[in-house]
């Protein structure tokens, strides 16, 4: 079949080569005779495979000695309980920025946490969050401010962390955008992030948190549990093995490739090329503010939504896969990690300037 | 390099023709271009693969329809929280049958849910957990009784459910058993499974709830929640794709195969010739009663310690692996899983016959 080109939000394209490693060794993974899916979580196949992944993300991210890397279940979901379960303490009184869906789905699930009080401190609704929050100064200290790095509906993204939030204990969701481009570790108490986007196959979810955060006293039910977790390098049940495999491999590779900095260089080629065109296009155009803008999910409309459809609908025809928004929003969005090739981004430009073209340049 | 038997208690030995099923269409999955790993959970291509997997799994079981499906993330261990965050009610009076180490676990993680008073109604304690315990007439209504159907570790099985569970509402955990006999899926309110030992991979847990149970104005956390995992079809966050797609392979061979009377007629073929031979060896030895044995899970010991290691090193290098009892009971363990060949058991018993004349038939 013809070369199709998937720009999907999440599960999105991996690494072609990463693809078809995993191909060639699923068999007998290091000639174990057994394949990755069958080794035992307790052998050294997979102590090795796991070590490995942990110390190519330490590099990647320059993740300092005192913060440990867990490879968790449950998606930024589950993180949104398990934030405040394991980091609302003294007060239980807890920030938040509201910058767009997932932000405010991280505000629900705290809600839904016992004892926790949570303060919106920002809010980019009044926009309808096509910028990002304007974050004030804040008054009080609170037990941790949760800050969504890259917003994947709304497509805008923090290249600079707001100023007012220094002395703040930051918790940053980077699902969608970590190791798209450099990020202090250092500047957050916990970083966590899904790895259908960014980083690997659905079913495993990163959480990097500075060790002294954690209480060995709080009595939580394991699963639920940082500390717990951290004193049992992630496997205190049996972990999704595939998963941390495939992404160890996608670490490798972004190593081979030269790391983050140059993820983050070809990520804004690949994002100017087509916000420029979208900006000079009469047909299409992007709603986000010029200095909020993702690198990672481009949303874009033709402000008309029959006319969105068809687009999605021809665009797919011709390879171009998976562009349609999301439901909440409508409209179309470019996701563009890391693995998302930048001829693909040329292609989906051709194709909107012959598209712009058969529909006569006008809305 | 040689046929190698895996007799890991999981993650487990998969179906031969699943895995190379899983190599030959990773790179493209049903023709779309994409990998399994990289389609989008909202796309038909993951719909349609989920629906088959669920179907299938409903006719395996005999699922009635008033009974949820649901696919998660988490392993037994999370469920040892969401069954008594979810299933208790009114007076949060919760029953366990201890019947060894994971069922133990289940019942300090039940305790760490805040309000929930455990009580152990019968223990397997006094026999070391060769037994499995004598449950007594309960007096009092719990809102559920915890069960472990199998006890992978200690190798004991309720072939049968005791008869004094009856009028309970019951909670099998079935991880190390499911599909490897025939249960009745209406003798419980709540079945579950991590996948990664009689289904698939590991990162994915089957759990089989009876609708009526899910109370929807509880107040819990999304993932953490029956009620709202069921409403979303198991899709509410990115669920974990690959390791659905496998299980939905493993059906479908599980189906072909015949079901679940096939492979409990062959499970138990494969127990007894073991067992027999176990049972007539002088040299190894089966340490649990005969009418609790397990069909999948078979510890036996030398009785000396050291022995024991030799055997086990001895048979890795003739390609007979993972047979290291658990690290709480030592010993040797043989996981005799449904996609575990019966020549394999066979292999197992030639090995163990020259190795008992090599050391001369005496401990």
């Given at each position: ?51 490995e992944a942990?110390?190519n993300l330490?590099k990647l ?138 980083i ?47 992404a160890g491999l996608v670490f490798k590779w972004l190593l ?108």
């Amino acid at each position: 079949m013809a070369q199709i080109y998937n720009f999907s939000a999440g599960p999105a394209v991996l690494p072609v080569s990463v693809v078809h490693q995993v191909q060639s060794e699923l068999v007998s993974y290091k000639n174990s005779g057994m394949s990755i899916m069958e080794i035992s979580h307790r052998s050294s196949l997979y102590t090795d495979m796991e070590a490995e992944a942990e110390e190519n993300l330490r590099k990647l991210m320059r993740i300092p000695a005192e913060y440990d890397v867990l490879f968790l279940q449950g998606g930024g979901t589950l993180q949104f309980a398990m934030v405040p379960l394991n980091l609302a303490k003294g007060n239980n009184q807890v920030g938040y920025i509201d910058s767009g869906h997932w932000a405010q789905r991280a505000i629900e699930e705290a809600q839904l946490v016992p004892k926790i009080k949570t303060d919106v401190v920002a809010s980019a609704a009044s926009t309808n969050y096509t910028t990002l929050p304007e974050v004030p100064k804040l008054k009080k200290q609170y037990d941790y401010i949760h800050l969504t790095l890259n917003n994947t509906i709304e497509g805008t993204m923090y290249r600079k962390l707001p100023e007012n939030l220094k002395h703040q204990l930051l918790v940053g969701d980077m699902s969608s955008n970590i190791m798209a481009q450099r990020y202090n570790v250092e500047d957050f108490g916990l970083i966590y992030a899904g790895a259908q986007k960014n980083i690997g196959p659905a079913g495993m979810t990163v959480v990097i948190v500075k060790h002294e955060l954690l209480d060995d006293k709080l009595e939580l039910p394991a699963m639920l549990s940082y500390v717990k977790q951290a004193a049992k390098h992630s496997a205190l049940n049996t972990p999704p093995v595939f998963a941390i495999y495939v992404a160890g491999l996608v670490f490798k590779w972004l190593l081979e490739q030269g790391g983050v900095e140059e993820m983050q260089k070809r990520n804004e080629k690949k994002a100017e090329l087509l916000y420029n065109y979208l900006d000079s296009s009469s047909l299409f155009n992007a709603p986000v503010t010029k200095d909020a803008r993702s690198l990672t999910n481009i949303p874009f409309v033709t402000g008309n939504a029959e006319l969105d459809q068809r687009f999605i609908a021809d665009a797919q025809e011709s390879g171009l896969v998976n562009l349609k928004g999301h439901r909440s929003v409508g409209g179309m969005r470019a996701s563009l990690y890391n693995a998302f090739p930048f001829e693909g981004v040329q292609k989906l430009i051709e194709f909107m300037e012959r598209f712009e073209q058969s529909v006569g340049g006008n809305r």
